[in-house]
């Protein structure tokens, strides 16, 4: 008796759960079926919609209408990577908006860098990319799923007014297509620790000042104090170093990583890299830079050996240094931004003004206009943007830029003064900051060629033709 | 008439075992065919494609992935890389096991308590978080290193080393011997005491009786563990993605490691299927050639 009883709930709980899935995803299609761009099968694969979907079906004939002031509950989701500090505030502004914006729930997910970029590729796969989400340079991998703004910014629905046409342009690409609003600008630089350099009796960095001199410093600190003289996160040295000691050579704008338009090299010569990567391997083998197990240690750039005071110098993105600035002066040290060294004195400086990351709307969304909505809110809201700080870069809104300018931190300050100082150098009229799909391997494989270089496998002009030549490979 | 009938045949339908037996295994059979058989029969076609998670289009390229594995330098090093840590961390912690058990079969009134604490590191250690506590303790500064220094010994730079970095990973596996542990025991009470009595009265020491009753009554579960171990093994992941991501200069590489960089992380997942399906027939080769050999060393009570 039992065992029938047992049998009949089964097979009915069984039965119901299938007919629920079905009944879901059919009402999810019908629902998002006057989405902007007649997105509806892709939507119809969006399963986390779920608990939106109850409200889809009435909700659309409302929109049709205007959305902008409806009291439709909208749940977005959201995601980003970044460090500790990044997650904290931003999910305070979230809830920031939240308060404004009852209707709106925003479901939000965040990740380091690594893991953010994988769990996105498994999202595209499966049409289910977040509402709003979080980009860099490497963009075009992901230009299938990017819903432009340009739309909502011809239709008014989102007022960037407040945004000079020129920081609207550093997340346009060459067609004019705005894949995004940016949050905030950036540049490469290396932080330094200025006791060290004391210490080690090296005269600290002038503004262009050169890879010998950046090497002969990192020795002499290792060798003075014992520590790492140059540490650095693996991600940002091939940007910050490797490609940018290319963009270096010849006159300004005549060589670039890559070209232009992300379609082949932006030199000929292989052996162009060869001093560069001969110095990471010497500072390497000297002990002076981190070898593979040590910068496994490193996970984020709070960690980092310069925060740790195990270091003299790193490699950062700007918008990072307020942050160890702060946490290296609670422990009594102070902390220094210098340039990116050149390949000669008076040659070209490498380095360029870029948008830190950008926030975009995904084309899988249900809601692009909430989405865009949100990003621009992000992006201008002096209230936001008082929360976050200029953590993800300085901001582009003029409004919020001036806001913030009155109560910097020294650290901020420091960032402020070095972005204009990058400014004023001379740059080509038309630079490509972009990473083509395929440049991880390409990454992972040139810091392999170091470690064979560093160990005596191979030598720096093999490594450097290898690394041009799996480079290459990306564009056949 | 005809519903009072069909009403009877839904209820014989319902009574009957196999019915009940369906329903009860449907979770499995479900799991079974949308979590494993459709996603195996998948990555077979997608191994013959150029499939990327971030495109949507998919384009037939015949054999070439397979093409692709014999000039590939860090495919040719994981596998090899792979059949090291195999070779040397299964026989160690089979030995380690069966050590173990056998001297957890002594009766002490604490023999289960020292069984699950034994037990516990196959619990948890294949967890992201005792991965980083491996990393922490074989770091430059870590627990390993600063006990060496106070012993008077330099310290090792584990992870830096291409040579070195892969023991730290296959100790980590070795000290996950609990579950074999576990298995060895209960083969060890099966066997009849009565032996060891016979083989004291005529005479053998505790050497002898191991070696010559312990290990051939034995032998049977030390093929089903042997078994269990490569296939294991030849799947290890985790250790190598959290503490060397594979480094350095793809020391660690894992061959599962590769296979998730290349699908997940350099977007070939055309690639890396074929990658998956090469290393079964990997697998299927050694489990096979494990159990030819098996009849030379495996004895078994009722065959002779």
Same mark, same amino acid.
């Given at each position: 008796m039992f065992k029938k009883f047992l049998a009949t709930v089964l097979s009915a709980s069984l039965i119901m759960g299938l007919c629920a899935c079905s009944g879901a995803s059919s009402e999810t299609a019908a629902g998002s079926a006057p989405a902007a761009d007649g997105s509806a099968v892709e939507a119809a694969g969006d399963t986390a919609g779920e608990e939106k979907v109850t409200e889809t079906a009435a909700a659309e004939t409302e929109k049709e209408e205007e959305s902008a002031e409806s009291a439709e509950p909208v749940t977005l989701r959201m995601a980003w990577w970044g460090s500790q500090t990044r997650h904290d505030i931003t999910v305070a502004a979230i809830e920031l908006y939240e308060q404004e914006h009852p209707n709106v729930t925003i479901e939000y997910e965040f990740f380091d860098f690594d893991n953010y970029f994988t769990k996105l590729k498994t999202l595209v796969a499966s049409d289910q990319v977040w509402d709003i989400f979080q980009l860099g340079g490497n963009f075009p991998e992901y230009i299938d799923k990017i819903c432009y703004m340009n739309e909502f910014i011809d239709s008014g629905l989102i007022d960037v007014s407040d945004i000079p046409e020129t920081y609207l342009k550093i997340t346009q690409d060459t067609a004019g297509n705005q894949i995004g609003l940016s949050n905030g600008l950036n540049t490469y630089g290396i932080a330094y620790d200025v006791d060290m350099f004391n210490e080690a009796g090296v005269p600290l960095p002038a503004e262009n000042w050169t890879w010998d001199d950046y090497k002969d410093a990192a020795l002499k600190i290792s060798e003075a104090t014992g520590h790492f003289g140059s540490s650095g996160l693996a991600s940002s040295e091939f940007i910050a170093g490797c490609s940018t000691y290319i963009g270096q050579q010849g006159s300004v704008g005549q060589y670039g990583f890559f070209n232009l338009d992300l379609t082949g090299m932006g030199f000929e010569d292989a052996q162009m890299l060869t001093p560069y990567i001969q110095m990471r391997a010497d500072l390497i083998k000297a002990g002076a830079s981190p070898d593979a197990g040590a910068e496994m240690e490193i996970t984020n750039i709070e960690n980092d050996f310069l925060v740790t005071g195990e270091a003299g110098m790193t490699w950062v993105a700007v918008n990072q240094f307020p942050t160890i600035y702060d946490i290296c002066k609670e422990e009594g040290r102070t902390l220094a931004l210098a340039t990116i060294p050149r390949v000669k004195p008076d040659g070209p400086a490498g380095a360029v003004i870029q948008s830190s990351q950008m926030l975009c709307v995904s084309k899988d969304s249900q809601y692009k206009e909430e989405a865009a909505k949100f990003i621009a809110w992000f992006q201008t809201s002096v209230e936001c943007n008082k929360i976050l700080n200029g953590e993800r870069g300085i901001p582009v809104a003029d409004s919020v830029r001036a806001a913030l300018e009155e109560n910097l931190t020294e650290g901020q300050q420091i960032m402020y003064d070095y972005v204009s100082l990058v400014g004023t150098f001379e740059t080509p009229e038309k630079v490509n900051v972009l990473s083509p799909d395929g440049q991880d391997q390409v990454v992972d494989n040139y810091r392999n060629y170091i470690q064979q270089v560093v160990s005596g496998e191979i030598t720096a002009e093999e490594a450097a033709d290898k690394t041009y030549a799996d480079a290459k490979a990306i564009f056949q | 008439m005809i519903t009072e009938k069909r009403r009877s045949g839904l209820k014989n339908f319902m009574n009957r075992n196999e019915t009940v037996g369906y329903v009860f295994a449907f979770p499995f059979i479900f799991g079974f065919i949308c979590f494993s058989l459709i996603p195996i029969l998948t990555s077979f076609y997608y191994a013959f494609t150029d499939f990327s998670m971030g495109s949507k289009t998919v384009e037939f390229v015949g054999g070439r992935n397979f093409g692709q594995l014999f000039t590939d330098e860090i495919f040719t090093k994981s596998l090899g890389i792979t059949l090291k840590y195999v070779f040397i961390s299964v026989p160690m912690k089979l030995t380690f096991a069966l050590l173990v058990a056998f001297l957890l079969t002594r009766k002490t009134r604490l023999q289960v308590l020292y069984r699950s604490l034994y037990y516990v590191p196959s619990l948890v250690g294949g967890s992201i978080a005792v991965a980083l506590?491996?990393?922490?303790?074989?770091?430059?500064?870590?627990?390993?290193?600063?006990?060496?220094?106070?012993?008077?010994?330099?310290?090792?730079?584990?992870?830096?080393?291409?040579?070195?970095?892969?023991? @730290?990973?296959?100790?980590?596996?070795?000290?996950? /011997?609990?579950?074999?542990?576990?298995?060895?025991?209960?083969?060890?009470?099966?066997? @009849?005491?009565?032996?060891?009595?016979?083989?004291?009265?005529?005479?053998?020491?505790?050497?002898?009786? /191991?070696?010559?009753?312990?290990? %051939?009554?034995?032998? %049977?579960?030390?093929?089903?563990?042997?078994?269990?171990?490569?296939?294991?093994?030849?799947?290890?992941?985790?250790?190598?993605?959290?503490?060397?991501?594979?480094? @350095?200069?793809?020391?660690?590489?894992?061959?599962?490691?590769?296979?998730?960089?290349?699908?997940?992380?350099?977007?070939?997942?055309?690639?890396?299927?074929?990658?998956?399906? /090469?290393?079964?027939?990997?697998?299927?080769?050694?489990?096979?050639?494990? /159990?030819?050999?098996?009849?030379?060393?495996v004895f078994s009570e009722a065959g002779d």
């Open positions: - | 506590v491996w990393k922490q303790l074989f770091a430059r500064k870590g627990l390993i290193n600063s006990i060496l220094t106070q012993a008077g010994l330099s310290s090792i730079n584990w992870f830096g080393d291409r040579k070195l970095a892969l023991y @730290p990973l296959i100790l980590m596996s070795v000290w996950q /011997f609990g579950s074999s542990m576990i298995i060895f025991a209960a083969g060890l009470k099966e066997i @009849p005491s009565t032996y060891y009595e016979a083989a004291r009265i005529d005479g053998a020491n505790g050497m002898q009786s /191991f070696f010559r009753i312990t290990l %051939p009554c034995l032998s %049977p579960i030390i093929l089903y563990n042997l078994v269990m171990q490569t296939i294991q093994a030849f799947m290890a992941f985790t250790q190598a993605f959290v503490i060397t991501a594979g480094g @350095p200069d793809n020391g660690t590489m894992m061959y599962a490691l590769y296979v998730y960089n290349q699908a997940f992380k350099y977007n070939n997942m055309g690639y890396a299927c074929a990658m998956s399906w /090469f290393m079964l027939a990997v697998m299927s080769v050694i489990t096979v050639v494990i /159990f030819r050999t098996s009849k030379f060393w």
